[in-house]
């Protein structure tokens, strides 16, 4: 027996450090800030003079000088010297500062937003008051309490940016501690110190990382401007913001002496925000395809084979060899597999098949709906009315949306406006492609209303998406799929997430709409029980393919392939009991062979 070895499959997932350099802006803070960090690091190693001897006869050389690259400061001191130094020890506070808040800034907004209650209310109100205070003043009070120094403005930066990070960590933590995997912790029976700092703190914990990188900058700069008012370090110790405060004085002398130090802080506080930046998309999960940007108003489209931009006597819509990927890293996974299908007007035709075989991006690519990046569509075409909507401009295709086809997805709750009434949703819908007033708009929303069924429409007009039931949201996605007399419906499994009640009612409504209306419906769903009911046509798709196409009954009859045998024994019988069992068991009894081999 010959045994098939498979071959080794490598991840195109980027790498931390691919995806750091794709961000081109992020790469080169990243460069500068090491540059600045390897000459700082080996200042003790380098042939430079002492920082602190003055030397009166050799004041303010300009840079370039014998001796002294970037010249000398008003008591003749060399500023490249001071300035490597001084590098060191503003980066070090600004660390050492960072660090610090970060600590006790995020226990405070780990313990407040997990525990609730009193707790969380008097260590929010003890933040509250050291935010009422300008943080630049209330750190200059406290330096001014403890007295000069580099170490009590290091302590007082720290302490005024407590509140910035126990702010953030306490609304992240808020949003998950009763989250599922939260409770089921609970249920195992963890104590709270254990379900804070093992489930908890490791959801959080990228969101510290994130805000320590994009926050240090500024700590170096806050050190900078307290040492800029001779507050922080004290001669002769020099960090930047000493020697921008030192040389204020031969500003039109000697500009040098102060403008050095100044393009020095520049450059350390802006590669470090834009690195953190890139740190941010490196622990971000969904940019690991590479996504960094955001996503264009059209889905990109790169075909290979040209297609013509009419096809006459084509129907309402035509479907020609589809495909549609997402790319990751350099390589491009296909979704949608050369799929073609056509829908007469009036016609329902159901696009079935499980989770995850391309039935929702084929339908997103219709009218360039698709993310892009990481989506692109590279070869096929979409004919509507004959031409081909892919050929078409960015505005033609916007301009087609909810007027020529519409569509209506599965979860309304998620795609209705939380913050909007819902009959001020559907009157956009009307007033994007028709000039009306807000009245006229309004009058004809109720009227939509009426129509899907919605009963005490004016009552109900005023509600918001969560005020209502799953089947009324429902039905006002319906409503607004039907805002401008689309002459196709795209309904994106509109019945899974309800109950079989209000799924049926649901289904009715469709099926009135499209024998009245005279509508075109794209019915996507993986229930052969829903296709029986509304479709006159089926398309069954697996793993991005359409692998038979026809009538429902003759489909549902005598179907053609394993596959959509497979999906039509799943669906139950009434009084079948343990016999449903025994008629499915064999038809996947192959396909687990198969896996085994």
């Not at 994106?492 to 009715?508: G, M, N, S, W």
Request: net charge neutral.
């Amino acid at each position: 027996m010959s045994v098939a070895i498979a071959p080794e499959i490598r991840s195109t997932r980027l790498t931390s450090w691919q995806l750091l350099m794709t961000n081109r802006l992020a790469a080169a803070g990243l460069f500068v800030l090491v540059a600045i960090l390897l000459l700082a690091a080996l200042a003790p190693w380098l042939p430079l003079p002492n920082p602190n001897i003055t030397d009166q006869p050799n004041r303010l050389h300009p840079p370039f000088s014998p001796g002294h690259l970037l010249g000398t400061d008003h008591l003749g001191r060399d500023i490249l010297s001071r300035l490597l130094w001084g590098t060191r020890v503003s980066i070090l506070v600004g660390l050492s500062a960072t660090a610090i808040a970060a600590f006790f800034g995020s226990l405070i907004g780990l313990v407040a937003g997990y525990t609730g209650g009193r707790v969380d209310d008097v260590m929010m109100r003890l933040i509250d008051m050291l935010m009422a205070f300008p943080y630049i003043l209330l750190a200059l009070a406290i330096v001014a309490v403890l007295g000069p120094g580099l170490l009590n403005a290091l302590y007082a930066i720290a302490l005024v940016n407590i509140p910035f990070f126990a702010r953030n960590i306490r609304g992240v933590t808020l949003s998950i501690r009763h989250r599922e995997f939260v409770d089921a912790a609970r249920l195992s029976g963890k104590g709270h110190t254990a379900v804070l700092f093992t489930e908890v703190l490791p959801n959080v914990l990228p969101v510290i990382v994130i805000t320590m990188s994009t926050t240090v900058g500024w700590m170096i700069l806050e050190t900078a401007g307290l040492s800029f008012l001779g507050l922080g370090a004290q001669p002769p110790q020099a960090d930047l913001g000493s020697m921008l405060g030192q040389g204020r004085a031969q500003l039109f002398t000697a500009p040098h002496v102060s403008m050095i130090p100044g393009l020095m802080i520049f450059a350390l506080v802006m590669s470090i925000n834009l690195l953190g930046d890139g740190v941010r998309d490196v622990l971000d999960p969904r940019l690991r395809s590479g996504a960094l940007n955001r996503p264009m108003p059209v889905t990109s489209i790169e075909r290979e084979r040209e297609q013509p931009a009419e096809r006459p006597g084509a129907a309402l819509l035509e479907v020609d060899g589809l495909e549609t990927g997402f790319r990751s890293g350099r390589s491009l996974t296909l979704a949608v597999k050369g799929v073609s299908f056509r829908l007469d007007r009036g016609e329902c035709l159901g696009l079935i098949g499980e989770s995850g075989s391309g039935k929702s991006v084929t339908a997103l690519s219709l009218l360039g709906l698709v993310a892009s990046p990481p989506g692109v569509i590279r070869n096929g075409a979409v004919y509507l009315g004959g031409r081909d909507v892919l050929a078409q401009s960015e505005q033609q295709i916007i301009a087609q949306r909810g007027a020529r086809v519409a569509y209506v997805f599965q979860d309304p709750l998620t795609t209705l406006h939380p913050l909007y009434r819902v009959a001020d949703q559907i009157a956009e819908a009307i007033t994007a492609h028709n000039a009306l007033g807000a009245s006229e708009a309004h009058a004809r929303a109720v009227a939509l209303m009426e129509t899907v069924g919605i009963r005490n429409a004016r009552e109900r007009a005023s509600a918001y998406p969560h005020e209502l039931s799953g089947g009324q949201r429902q039905r006002i996605g319906i409503a607004m799929a039907l805002a401008n007399d689309p002459d196709v419906i795209v309904a994106d499994e509109p019945t899974t997430a309800l109950d079989v009640t209000v799924q049926a009612r649901i289904l009715d409504l469709l099926r009135t709409l499209r024998r009245e209306r005279g509508l075109a419906l794209l019915l996507i769903t993986h229930d052969f029980g829903v296709v029986a009911q509304v479709c006159d046509r089926v398309a069954v798709m697996k793993d991005g393919e359409i692998v038979e196409q026809g009538d429902t009954r003759a489909v549902l009859d005598a179907p053609r392939h394993d596959y959509t045998r497979r999906l039509i024994a799943c669906v139950p019988e009434l009084g079948q009991g343990r016999r449903f069992l025994d008629n499915v068991r064999p038809l996947f009894a192959p396909q687990r062979q198969e896996t085994e081999a």
